[in-house]
């Protein structure tokens, strides 16, 4: 093989980095203060002798507020001029790489309810063996952070030499 035909290595720099809103978990968390306001109401109402052991129920929908809190704060993106890396898990840590040249699509939309809050989603349809789709919800910048992305995938693409091929299987599958 040449050397003229391998690509040069390149310095692979950090372009973003982030985190799913919280606000994606607005509803299991109007239940969490829902359940706890009827422990409380409960609490109150029965005899003096359960009410302390009736006010540990509020332990219940606080450890589930908790843990849906730490699970979206421990799972962390980050966009490089090469891979995405999804960073998962609050004992047990995953790493979970994308090379970019392999993102064949993107898309982005922002449902109402993220739009007011200035935040959106992304959607990434990869031809990657172990994730072929990528979903990115509830960031800041959506926009931004989706330019980024398709300006990072088209210099990775151009750097390795690698394009993306269409073919119609309503044709017997063959390439047209």
Known sequence: MNSESIPPPAAETSLWKGHTSQWVHFWFYFFCVILAGGIGFAATVTAPVTAGLSFLGLLVPL???????????????????????KASGILNRKLD????FRVKDYAMDQPLF???LGLGNLTLITSDATTPQVFIKAIPEVEKVREMLRAAVQTERDRKRVREMDVDHNDGGRAI
């Open 97 to 100: 790489e994308l090379e970019l």
């Open 114 to 116: 993220l739009r007011l």
């Open 63 to 85: 450890l589930m507020w908790v843990i849906r809190w730490w699970v979206t704060k421990c799972t962390s993106y980050e966009l490089t001029t090469q891979r995405l890396k």
